[in-house]
Each structure stands twice: as structure tokens, then as C-alpha cells.
């Protein structure tokens, strides 16, 4: 079992619609995660941090269950320039090891 | 400011042969990591440095080496490369490599081996 796992993609969604992306992690000794952006062919770009309180960026939301080892990225109204990949991220201490999952595709259509 | 920068973006190797990648983190930043992505994967952790000390080694063969620099930059060195050793490999830089800064990659070289 991976470490980081994340619903297998792709989505394909209209232009507007709200998409819902999951992910959990296996080490309760994580301690801090991340939502990442990657683009074809580009290197991956922090989209935002998560926090146990949850923490909202204009039209993104994320949460983060630590008792279920959960955590959530919430997409509103997307956008044509949404469609990318979208990585889970967690630093389970011990410095900058990231631990990555395997990424969901979406793909926001006209 | 300038980026992370890595060096150089393509490469194509034969198997057998060794090669060296190289990265300058952002200015100011004192920590690199080095991370393997293959097609359909996320990225994977491979080595951190800082302050020129190794700090963190991933799941990866002896073959895979690194360094860091006195002005912070690092190489990758791989030797007897692999048609597996095919892949994205992607520097990211911090300002000390702690849990909670964030880590910023550069474009990544793009290794094929033959």
C-alpha cells in the first residue's frame, strides 16, 4: 500500500462545475500537508497548504482529518486553466522529505 | 528573483554511462532535495541537503549519489544508468528544509536513457 493515495483520475468536468478531489495517508506521524499543482510537462507548483482547521483560497478549499488520516481539495466553478494534475503532499518530519501521491488528472472542458 | 534552476533540460544517456545534473536554489535558500518522477507517477523523494550535510535519503540504490556546494547549489550524480533510471528529475529548494516550509522545484531535467 502507498504511503499517499489519492483517487484514480481522470475527472472531466463542464466549465463551472464544483469537483471534489480525496487523498489519505498511511503515517499518523505526518505533519504537514499540501496540495501541489503540476501542469503537462512542468514541474509541480504548490497550489495550498491544509490545516486541521481547514483554509479556503478564493475558489479552492482544502480539509484535513487527522484522526482519519483524510485530507480533501474542493474546486468550485472551475475553469478551462484548472485542468492539470493535482498532487497530495505530506512531510512526515525529519525535514524535507515530501511524500507524494500518484496525482489525479482533471480536465475541465467548454 | 530568479527561480530554482536546473541544469541542463534534456539529456540522453546509453546504459552504462554516468551522468551529473545540476540545480541552484533560490537565493536565500539554504536547503535542496532531489526528487525522481516517472510518467504517471508522483514525484519520488531521493536525497536533502543542507548546509552541505545530508539530511534525508530515500529508497534509492547507491548508484544515485549527490552534493551540496558552499553557494548552496547541488548535483545528482547517477552512475551506471538504467533504462528505469528514465525519467523527470526535479530539484526543489527551501530556506532550511524544515517540515513546514514550503518547497519550490525547478522545471526539472528530463533524463532518457537508451
Known amino acids: 500500500r502507498k504511503e499517499v493515495e489519492q483517487d484514480p483520475g481522470p475527472f472531466n468536468v463542464p466549465e463551472g462545475a464544483t469537483v471534489a478531489f480525496n487523498c489519505t495517508y498511511s503515517?499518523?506521524?505526518?505533519?504537514?500537508f499540501f496540495w501541489y499543482r503540476q501542469d503537462c510537462r512542468k514541474e509541480p507548483k504548490l497550489l495550498m497548504s491544509?490545516?486541521?482547521s481547514g483554509n479556503e483560497d478564493g475558489r479552492f478549499t482544502a480539509q484535513l482529518n487527522r484522526a482519519s488520516q483524510y485530507i480533501s481539495l474542493l474546486i468550485r466553478d472551475s475553469k478551462l486553466s484548472d485542468s492539470a494534475t493535482y498532487l497530495c503532499?505530506?512531510?512526515?518530519?525529519?525535514?524535507?522529505?515530501?511524500?507524494f501521491g500518484q496525482g489525479t488528472e482533471l480536465s475541465v472542458k467548454p | 528573483d530568479a527561480g530554482v534552476t536546473q541544469s541542463p533540460t534534456h539529456l540522453i544517456k546509453t546504459r552504462g554511462q554516468q551522468v551529473t545534473l545540476r540545480c541552484s536554489p533560490i537565493s536565500g535558500h539554504k536547503s535542496v532535495s532531489w526528487y525522481q518522477q516517472v510518467l504517471g507517477q508522483g514525484p519520488q523523494f531521493i536525497f536533502q541537503?543542507?548546509?552541505?550535510?545530508?539530511?534525508g535519503r530515500g529508497n534509492f540504490p547507491d548508484r544515485f549519489s549527490a552534493r551540496q556546494f558552499p553557494n548552496y547549489s547541488s548535483e545528482l550524480n547517477v552512475n551506471a544508468l538504467l533504462l528505469g533510471d528514465s525519467a523527470l528529475y526535479l530539484c526543489?529548494?527551501?530556506?532550511?528544509?524544515?517540515?513546514?516550509?514550503?518547497?519550490?522545484f525547478g522545471p526539472g531535467t528530463r533524463l532518457l536513457v537508451l
Open positions: 541537503y543542507y548546509e552541505k550535510e545530508e539530511r
Open positions: 503532499v505530506v512531510n512526515r518530519g525529519g525535514g524535507g522529505k515530501l511524500i
Open positions: 503515517n499518523s506521524a505526518s505533519q504537514s
Open positions: 491544509v490545516y486541521s
Open positions: 526543489a529548494s527551501s530556506f532550511q528544509g524544515q517540515v513546514q516550509e514550503t518547497q519550490y
